[in-house]
């Protein structure tokens, strides 16, 4: 009797931890398949596309004016909004050159937050499918040389460790042909941008940057032309 009670009540424990693990993996695959909110809040609609096309604009415009001034001044900057960020990146990149983009990766996005940045794309890789989000923190270690440090990864609303995604990114760098180093400092993860001669020149004049910052809603980047003449 004793025995049959045991079986019972092992076969109860054995159908709850089946549940409980139907249900925590059902709930796993929920978030990670999950779109964060700010990252739907960032998305293009026809109820927003001619400000963001208007954005874009104003992006391009910048980014204009910046080449004028590499050409005639030895020290430059570039300061643009969130908005005119992310409307350049879903229109004059995502719909018009798509293929700028590193392949299996599509519709970038961004929060330009206090002092980091929140960024989203969608991957789309045998791996995983779905948002991949991450708060970055931009700076110059050395002009040219950009460190990105990568805080509060998430797969859809799933935090996970940076670390995971180190393999990741250095294969989709790597693929892209991107100067991308990815290091593992003390237990945290930094991308290295080291840009290499000839990736920044603007009308064959060499451009140095020296600072990135990061300040409310704008960020904002400087540097000198290195004007021979």
């Known amino acids: 009797m004793k025995k049959r009670k045991i079986i019972q009540k092992l076969i109860i424990a054995c159908l709850f931890l089946t549940a409980a693990g139907g249900g925590i993996a059902f709930w796993l695959w929920r ?25 874009s604009q104003k992006m391009a415009v910048k980014v204009q004016k910046l080449r004028r001034t590499i050409r005639k001044e030895k020290i ?36 330009i937050l206090e ?12 791996e995983f499918k779905g948002v991949v989000s ?7 270690s050395e002009p040219n040389v950009l ?16 670390w995971i995604f180190e393999s990741l990114i ?18 945290m993860t930094v991308l290295r941008f080291r840009f290499r ?6 009308d064959e004049i060499p451009v140095q940057v020296n600072t990135v910052s990061v300040n409310g809603k704008k960020i904002l980047v400087t540097g000198f032309s290195m004007k021979t003449k």
């Not at 991450?134 to 110059?140: A, K, L, N, S």
């Not at 989709?172 to 180093?181: D, F, K, Q, R």
Request: proline share 7%; aromatic share 4%; charged share 30%.
């Open 134 to 140: 991450v708060e970055v923190f931009p700076r110059i």
């Open 31 to 55: 978030g990670v398949h999950a779109v964060p909110e700010f990252y739907a809040q960032l998305e293009v609609t026809e109820k927003n596309r001619e400000k963001a096309e208007k954005d």
């Open 170 to 187: 250095q294969e989709v760098a790597n693929s892209a042909s991107l100067p991308i180093e990815v290091l593992n400092q003390e237990g």
């Open 197 to 202: 001669d000839g990736d920044l020149c603007v």
């Open 115 to 126: 002092d980091r940045i929140r960024a989203g794309v969608t991957v789309d890789m045998p």
């Open 76 to 111: 430059w900057l570039l300061e643009f909004t969130q908005d005119e960020l992310n409307h350049w990146l879903a229109i004059a990149i995502g719909e018009k050159r798509p293929g700028m983009l590193p392949r299996r990766l599509k519709d970038p996005r961004g929060m």
């Open 147 to 162: 460190d990105i440090e990568l805080k509060n990864v998430s797969a859809g609303n799933v935090r996970m460790p940076a």
